[in-house]
């Protein structure tokens, strides 16, 4: 069963996921945060993975904390939850529209996390939402699944319209790289032998 369980407690959050791969797109989300529970549900829709997130921060302080954290729990779960990774199709990508904006992401479950992207937003907040910290979560998701990410944002002036179109793309470049080849059966995806 390609899921997992994650419970991440610090002095500044507390954080609890279950994430199913192989689900049809359900998603039960609590940060706490209205913009990024939207955005978060792009990601389980888009994916077909199954995402119950709950999440509790110093959000009297700011929503630094919450943001980064559910990053680093949520690529804790991908990681477990793809195991060796035998058998995925390892990359993905997507060239998704949003209206006038338009957002390229591809992605490699390589082991090696890595974040490029050259984020910059037409506004500095969207609902309240610090739009800086789009990057922190997508630095911190990469860092923590052992994924190879680059995220920009190709054209668009609406703020909203730009996020959603990274978070859905983001989406649908982890359904195709987490999805099982057929044809690779129980491989690992690298001449190597190994991720």
Not at 61 to 69: F, G, K
Not at 71 to 87: E, N, P, S, T, V
Not at 96 to 117: H, K, Q
Request: aromatic fraction near 6%.
């Amino acid at each position: 069963m390609r899921r997992a369980q994650i419970q991440r407690t610090t002095g500044e959050t507390e954080i609890e996921i279950e994430l199913n791969l192989d689900g049809t797109g359900q998603w039960n989300i609590q940060t706490g945060l209205g913009f990024f529970d939207h955005m978060l549900s792009h990601i389980a829709a888009h994916s077909l993975c199954d995402l119950v997130l709950q999440a509790k921060g110093d959000l009297h302080v700011d929503a630094h904390h919450t943001v980064e954290d559910v990053g680093i729990a949520l690529g804790q779960a991908f990681r477990q939850a793809l195991g060796d990774r035998r058998g995925i199709t390892r990359y993905g990508q997507s060239l998704l529209p949003m209206d006038e904006a338009l957002a390229l992401v591809a992605l490699d479950f390589s082991n090696r996390g890595l974040f490029c992207g050259d984020l910059s937003w037409p506004h500095a907040q969207v609902g309240g939402f610090d739009t800086e910290l789009v990057s922190e979560f997508l630095r911190a998701l990469a860092l923590h699944a052992g994924m190879t990410l680059h995220v920009q944002i190709l054209c668009g002036d609406n703020t909203h319209h730009q996020i959603e179109a990274v978070f859905k793309g983001l989406g649908r470049a982890l359904r195709q790289a987490v999805s099982l080849d057929a044809r690779r059966s129980s491989q690992v995806p690298s001449t190597k032998g190994v991720l």
